[in-house]
């Protein structure tokens, strides 16, 4: 059967989807879509074929775009999307878990948010909001943002958020109740006796690995780590990397111990790829050791970053990886990251990357 | 009833939301009520949840800058802008 692939993209100014055949060699562009609103994280359900946008505008405020027709037509919702008043109002969303009949939204300030019928209608879930620490969760550079997502794929109550920057949490109740869960990362802006604290961490990427729900990665600001116990203990990934510093972080569709990474050259050196150079670093062997992909990639004069969300694999075999750019490109590798191709320029920067595989 | 402009931004949000539309409110609250009547979600995009106009757009009754609870007279006149943002 013939298929359709679709690279999801949110960048600061609209929606865009590129798209092309099981073979990926030639692409098309379609967008800007969602009427230009900065669109924070762009995914697709594969099991309805819907695509739902998070984003928030300026003048407008946070809703969720959703088009079921692959992006041709949007609407857009935030029906229950709010805090209560007097609080401060949620000022853009910034992740989407789509599965299961359920869709979960994460917002700015950091919370979770559920919606029981294709993101027309939405329920807080006040865990977070009400969680002991809150008060002394500080903000990151976007923000109090809840940007990593994850749902366990066999327990639909399983649910793990990262927040920018109070750290991973973790639910075992749907997201009623959290436990932090971030025991083993560095928070290296802290103290020096205060360096590993319960909560606080400067998470910047969670992903799950496919198949062990219970093995999560994670890019954080002071650091490359893996758990393979739901997170309740980490453990460093960063040696043979040419950086602690990153932002995004990609599972291989299939292999648990595959790792795509893009570390960038610090936090206070312009957070570049490192000496102008662009690579996405894999791991085979869930981050004992690394190799450094390059071919097809540019390799002089390079000065641009990849945000938290821009990086993803395909479903395909081989698996298909990709990463959008701050300067507004995208990459694309057909076979597992060994080669590359710029696919698209040009583009707003590039906040978030994702795909779809559907029939043709 | 008070004649309301929409901002071509928020128009094209809601399709077929016409440019002027005539609202019988006796506040801006109640007009953007109205507005929310005839177009669900409309609200939202106006007022946050506080609630209150969004900081990035303006509300006019009667040539003046208006708040969420400025009340409106039958023949107000109401021009609801976006500000300047962005980059």
Same mark, same amino acid.
């Given at each position: 059967? +013939?298929?359709?692939?679709?690279?999801?993209?949110?960048?600061?100014?609209?929606?865009?989807?590129?798209?092309?055949?099981?073979?990926?060699?030639?692409?098309?562009?379609?967008?800007?879509?969602?009427?230009?609103?900065?669109?924070?994280?762009?995914?697709?359900?594969?099991?309805?074929?819907?695509?739902?946008?998070?984003?928030?505008?300026?003048?407008?405020?946070?809703?969720?775009?959703?088009?079921?027709?692959?992006?041709?037509?949007?609407?857009?919702? /935030? +029906?229950?999307?709010?805090? +209560?008043?007097?609080?401060?109002?949620?000022? /853009?969303?910034? /992740?989407?878990?789509?599965?299961?009949?359920?869709?979960?939204?994460?917002?700015?300030?950091?919370?979770?948010?559920?919606?029981?019928?294709?993101?027309?209608?939405?329920?807080?879930?006040?865990?977070?909001? =009400?969680?002991?620490?809150? *008060?002394?969760?500080?903000?990151?550079?976007?923000?109090?943002?809840?940007?990593?997502?994850?749902?366990?794929?066999?327990?639909?109550?399983?649910?793990?958020?990262?927040? *920018?920057?109070?750290?991973?949490?973790?639910?075992?109740?749907?997201?009623?109740?959290?436990?932090?869960?971030?025991?083993?990362?560095?928070? =290296?802006?802290?103290?020096?006796?205060?360096?590993?604290?319960?909560?606080?961490?400067?998470?910047?990427?969670?992903?799950?690995?496919?198949?062990?729900?219970?093995?999560?990665?994670?890019?954080?600001?002071?650091?490359?780590?893996?758990?393979?116990?739901?997170?309740?203990?980490?453990?460093?990934?960063?040696?043979?990397?040419? *950086?602690?510093?990153?932002?995004?972080?990609?599972?291989?569709?299939?292999?648990?111990?595959?790792?795509?990474?893009?570390?960038?050259?610090?936090?206070?050196?312009?957070?570049?790829?490192? =000496?102008?150079?662009?690579?996405?670093?894999?791991?085979?062997?869930?981050?004992?050791?690394?190799?450094?992909?390059?071919?097809?990639?540019?390799?002089?004069?390079?000065?641009?970053?990849?945000?938290?969300?821009?990086?993803?694999?395909?479903?395909? =075999?081989?698996?298909?990886?990709?990463?959008?750019?701050?300067?507004?490109?995208?990459?694309?590798?057909?076979?597992?990251?060994?080669?590359?191709?710029?696919?698209?320029?040009?583009?707003?920067?590039?906040?978030?990357?994702?795909?779809?595989?559907?029939?043709? | 009833?008070?004649?309301?402009?929409?901002?071509?931004?928020?128009?094209?949000?809601?399709?077929?939301?016409?440019?002027?539309?005539?609202?019988?409110?006796?506040?801006?609250?109640?007009?953007?009520?109205?507005?929310?009547?005839?177009?669900?979600?409309?609200?939202?995009?106006?007022?946050?949840?506080?609630?209150?106009?969004?900081?990035?757009?303006?509300?006019?009754?009667?040539?003046?800058?208006?708040?969420?609870?400025?009340?409106?007279?039958?023949?107000?006149?109401?021009?609801?802008?976006?500000?300047?943002?962005?980059?």
């Amino acid at each position: 059967m +013939a298929k359709r692939v679709l690279v999801l993209l949110g960048t600061k100014k609209g929606a865009f989807i590129l798209e092309t055949d099981a073979d990926r060699r030639s692409w098309d562009l379609r967008g800007p879509y969602c009427e230009t609103w900065p669109m924070n994280h762009v995914v697709g359900d594969p099991a309805t074929g819907a695509i739902y946008g998070a984003g928030g505008n300026e003048w407008f405020g946070p809703a969720v775009w959703r088009s079921t027709d692959l992006g041709v037509t949007w609407t857009h919702s /935030s +029906a229950g999307l709010a805090y +209560a008043a007097g609080e401060e109002p949620i000022g /853009s969303v910034w /992740s989407l878990a789509p599965g299961n009949g359920a869709l979960y939204a994460g917002v700015q300030p950091a919370g979770l948010f559920r919606s029981d019928d294709a993101g027309e209608t939405w329920r807080h879930l006040n865990g977070l909001r =009400d969680h002991p620490t809150r *008060s002394q969760w500080q903000a990151g550079g976007a923000g109090l943002i809840l940007h990593s997502l994850l749902r366990d794929p066999g327990d639909d109550q399983k649910l793990w958020v990262g927040i *920018s920057a109070a750290g991973v949490f973790h639910s075992a109740d749907g997201g009623e109740t959290w436990e932090p869960r971030n025991r083993g990362t560095r928070a =290296d802006f802290n103290p020096e006796d205060q360096r590993y604290p319960e909560f606080g961490q400067c998470v910047h990427c969670l992903v799950m690995a496919p198949g062990m729900p219970d093995r999560l990665y994670q890019q954080n600001h002071c650091g490359m780590y893996r758990s393979d116990d739901g997170a309740r203990t980490w453990q460093s990934i960063e040696a043979g990397l040419p *950086s602690s510093f990153g932002f995004p972080a990609a599972a291989h569709p299939r292999d648990p111990g595959t790792l795509y990474l893009l570390p960038l050259n610090g936090d206070s050196a312009g957070r570049y790829v490192p =000496d102008g150079k662009a690579a996405v670093w894999r791991t085979r062997d869930g981050g004992a050791t690394w190799q450094d992909r390059r071919d097809g990639l540019p390799q002089k004069n390079v000065f641009f970053g990849v945000l938290r969300q821009a990086m993803a694999t395909d479903p395909l =075999d081989q698996a298909g990886v990709y990463f959008g750019t701050s300067t507004g490109a995208v990459y694309a590798s057909r076979d597992e990251g060994d080669s590359w191709q710029c696919v698209a320029e040009h583009l707003p920067t590039v906040l978030s990357v994702e795909t779809m595989v559907v029939e043709a | 009833m008070a004649a309301v402009t929409l901002p071509g931004a928020l128009q094209r949000l809601f399709p077929g939301a016409p440019r002027r539309v005539e609202v019988g409110a006796a506040s801006v609250a109640e007009a953007i009520d109205a507005l929310d009547d005839r177009w669900p979600g409309m609200r939202d995009r106006i007022c946050d949840s506080t609630p209150a106009i969004r900081r990035h757009i303006n509300v006019f009754v009667d040539g003046e800058r208006a708040t969420h609870d400025t009340p409106l007279r039958p023949a107000s006149t109401v021009v609801v802008l976006t500000a300047i943002s962005g980059g």
